[in-house]
T-cell receptor, first 110, second 112 residues
Framework: DGGITQSPKYLFRKEGQNVTLSCEQN?????MYWYRQDPGQGLRLIYY???????QKGDIAEGYSVSREKKESFPLTVTSAQKNPTAFYLC?????????FGPGTRLTVL | GESVGLHLPTLSVQEGDNSIINCAYS??????FIWYKQESGKGPQFIID?????DKRQGQRVTVLLNKTVKHLSLQIAATQPGDSAVYFC???????????FGSGTRLQVQP
């Protein structure tokens, strides 16, 4: 099955801890993206990567970090510097303009 | 688009009626637009897209209309079904940017 997988589906974190969200795609897409979604709101861009070993900040990058060592993988680390990390995190990939989304990870800070 | 906080605009329709969901976009340089459907707890699902050189595009039971003069996008769903109940987002981008800018969404509720 081709697609985008995100893990875990639910993640709980204590304040002050860093956590890493996984995103993997087997669609052979060059570009990958991370979005954050808060309740009742649209998606906001955190980081994106158009090619391996390259990534750019999105609109709300503060408190987050990413890496793109492999074409298939684009992990997102939520650091302790992110003041309000509780949200639904969505990963996407694209080969041209149309973006395909993963199922999301719901992060809750306890 | 601007956030509407916890209260999404909601459109309620009867099963079998046609639905029209509207979206105003902000960037006159945007040249590609997508409508996504998002069910609770899931990732957005692609519905239909349109490029700025078109003003109308039809899919299966869905039509997207683009009015570049007033920066307005609409999604029409024919013969709305209970399975269409979800939150619908419009998104815009331009070829140079690649990343999408999302609107705040509209919740569609289909009454049986």
């Amino acid at each position: 099955d081709g697609g985008i997988t995100q893990s875990p589906k639910y993640l709980f974190r204590k304040e002050g801890q860093n956590v890493t969200l996984s995103c993997e795609q087997n669609l052979n897409h060059d570009a990958m993206y991370w979005y954050r979604q808060d309740p009742g709101q649209g998606l906001r861009l955190i980081y994106y990567s158009q090619i391996v070993n390259d990534f750019q900040k999105g609109d709300i990058a503060e408190g987050y970090s990413v890496s793109r060592e492999k074409k298939e993988s684009f992990p997102l680390t939520v650091t302790s510097a992110q003041k309000n990390p509780t949200a639904f995190y969505l990963c996407a990939s694209s080969i041209r303009d149309e973006q395909f989304f993963g199922p999301g990870t719901r992060l809750t800070v306890l | 688009g601007e956030s509407v906080g916890l209260h999404l605009p909601t459109l309620s329709v009867q099963e079998g009626d046609n639905s029209i969901i509207n979206c105003a976009y902000s960037n006159s340089a945007s040249d590609y637009f997508i409508w996504y459907k998002q069910e609770s707890g899931k990732g957005p699902q692609f519905i239909i897209d349109i490029r700025s050189n078109m003003d109308k595009r039809q899919g299966q039971r869905v039509t997207v209309l683009l009015n570049k003069t007033v920066k307005h996008l609409s999604l029409q769903i024919a013969a709305t079904q209970p399975g269409d109940s979800a939150v619908y987002f419009c998104a815009e981008t331009n070829t140079g940017r690649r990343a999408l800018t999302f609107g705040s969404g509209t919740r569609l509720q289909v009454q049986p």
